[in-house]
C-alpha cells in the first residue's frame, strides 16, 4: 500500500519560506507525478504544483513567483518551498500522487496543517 | 484558469436516496473530470477518474458520466458513510482546478 506522509513545521512567521517534505514509501518515486494541494481551513481545495521525478515542474501561476518543488529519489522524497508567506497561506497542506496514466491523484498523504502568524 | 462550479453547494439526503452532484467547467475539458470524496479532517479520496472510471476499491452505487462541459456525479443509494463533501477536478489544463465542493448532509 502506497503511503505519503508530509512533515515540516506547522507554525511560519510571516515573510518567512514554508518548507515541507513529502515521504513516499511502498513504491518508487520514479514514472510519477508528485502534487501538493492545499485546503484553508473550512474551505475548499488548491492545485499548488507538481513534480515529475525527473525534475520538471509545472506550477500553478497564482503561486508560481513563490514556490520550488524539488525530489531527492535517493531518499523518496519530494519537498515544497513556498516563501514570502502570509496569513493567507495558512492551510492543510497535502502530497499526492498522480500516476500519469489516469490524470488524477490517487494516493494522498494525510495532510499537514500549517499556521502563519508572528 | 478554467473555473469549475459544482452544483449544489450543499445537499440533504436520507440514507437509501439517489443523489446526482453537477460539475460544469468554464470550457471544454473532454473526458479529464474527476471526483473525489473528503470527510472532516481526513484526505480527499479519489472516487471516479476520467469522468467516469471507477477507482478500484469504491463501491458501485457511485459513478460518473459527463462530457464537455458538464458532468456527474450520482450515488444511486445513500449509505450512512457517503455524507461527506464531494470535489471534482479538471486535469485537462494547468493549471488543475476543483470545484468549491458541494456537501452532502443527512436529512
Known amino acids: 500500500q502506497v503511503q505519503l506522509q508530509e512533515s515540516g513545521p506547522r507554525l511560519v512567521k510571516p515573510s518567512e519560506t514554508l518548507s515541507l517534505t513529502c515521504t513516499v514509501s511502498?513504491?518508487?518515486?520514479?514514472?510519477?507525478?508528485w502534487n501538493w494541494i492545499r485546503q484553508p481551513p473550512g474551505k475548499g481545495l488548491e492545485w499548488i504544483g507538481y513534480?515529475?521525478?525527473?525534475?520538471?515542474?509545472d506550477y500553478n501561476p497564482s503561486l508560481k513567483s513563490r514556490v520550488a518543488m524539488s525530489v531527492d529519489t535517493s531518499k523518496n522524497q519530494v519537498s515544497l518551498k513556498l516563501n514570502s508567506v502570509t496569513a493567507a497561506d495558512t492551510a492543510v497542506y497535502y502530497c499526492?500522487?498522480?500516476?500519469?496514466?489516469?490524470?488524477?491523484?490517487?494516493?494522498w498523504g494525510q495532510g499537514t496543517l500549517v499556521t502563519v502568524s508572528s | 484558469d478554467i473555473q469549475m462550479t459544482q452544483s449544489p453547494s450543499s445537499l440533504s439526503a436520507s440514507v437509501g436516496d439517489r443523489v446526482t452532484i453537477t460539475c460544469r467547467a468554464s470550457?471544454?475539458?473532454?473526458?479529464?473530470l474527476n471526483w473525489y470524496q473528503q470527510k472532516p479532517g481526513k484526505a480527499p479520496k479519489l472516487l471516479i477518474y476520467?469522468?467516469?472510471s471507477l477507482q478500484r476499491g469504491v463501491p458501485s452505487r457511485f459513478s460518473g458520466s459527463g462530457s464537455g462541459t458538464d458532468f456527474t456525479l450520482t450515488i444511486s443509494s445513500l449509505q450512512p458513510e457517503d455524507f461527506a463533501a464531494y470535489y471534482c477536478?479538471?486535469?485537462?489544463?494547468?493549471?488543475?482546478?476543483f470545484g468549491q465542493g458541494t456537501k452532502l448532509e443527512i436529512k
Open positions: 476520467a469522468t467516469s
Open positions: 499526492a500522487r498522480d500516476s500519469g496514466s489516469s490524470s488524477s491523484l490517487d494516493y
Open positions: 477536478q479538471q486535469t485537462y489544463s494547468s493549471p488543475q482546478t
Open positions: 513534480i515529475y521525478y525527473s525534475g520538471r515542474t
Open positions: 511502498s513504491a518508487p518515486i520514479s514514472s510519477f507525478y
Open positions: 470550457q471544454t475539458i473532454n473526458s479529464y
